[in-house]
């Protein structure tokens, strides 16, 4: 949001219009609050992988997943002040580049659980700039339909590590909370990965 653009996309639109038409094979981490919400109205399924609580862990996450599977494809969605507090990660991503690793930052400028109060990337934090400086193969800044656009297929299919920062409004869309049992969370997601034999283990 430190970019000065005056085009801003609604946030909830902008996560529905990324994830249409996903591969049915693509595995979501998100990160605290709304983009948990974002993602479970773009259509529940058991291979999202929701962190309730756990703020600054989504993006690590991310990596350990998409480490542990290079034949799938992984998504962080998370938002600014969820990536700034685990902000190491984006250095960690670049160092090892996971080809099949995408990071979507929802930045609207604002501490939206406790708020609205204006956060890091409405000041001074650039975080398409330190994920660029981290060596990320792929940056993007979207705030239009075309970006988004463009921004699912490299997602989808394009060179990763894939950064992008998704510029969006302060409003903040009804929560959608989806399962809210850490425990079952994990397990329905183990078994939708590495199926029935996984709960066993």
Request: glycine share 12%; proline share 5%.
């Amino acid at each position: 949001m430190t970019t000065g653009s005056q085009n801003q996309l609604e946030r909830r639109g902008a996560v529905h219009r990324l994830l249409a038409e996903r591969s049915p094979d693509l595995l979501i981490v998100a990160g605290l609050g709304s983009a948990i919400w974002d993602a479970e109205t773009a259509g529940e399924t058991p291979l999202n992988f929701y962190l309730l609580g756990a703020m600054g862990s989504a993006t690590p996450t991310a990596l350990g997943l998409a480490t542990a599977q290079p034949n799938k494809r992984v998504v962080a969605l998370v938002g600014d002040a969820e990536l700034a507090m685990g902000m190491w990660a984006l250095a960690t991503i670049g160092w090892r580049k996971p080809d099949n690793l995408s990071v979507v930052c929802l930045d609207n400028g604002r501490f939206g659980e406790t708020g609205g109060q204006i956060s890091h990337t409405g000041v001074n934090l650039d975080l398409a700039g330190v994920a660029a400086a981290s060596g990320f193969q792929t940056v993007r800044r979207v705030n239009d339909d075309a970006g988004i656009d463009e921004l699912r297929d490299l997602v989808m299919n394009g060179p990763g590590p894939v950064f992008g920062l998704v510029e969006i409004t302060a409003n903040m869309p009804p929560v959608q909370m989806p399962i809210r049992n850490g425990v079952i969370g994990m397990a329905r997601f183990r078994e939708a990965l590495l199926g029935p034999e996984a709960l066993k283990e």
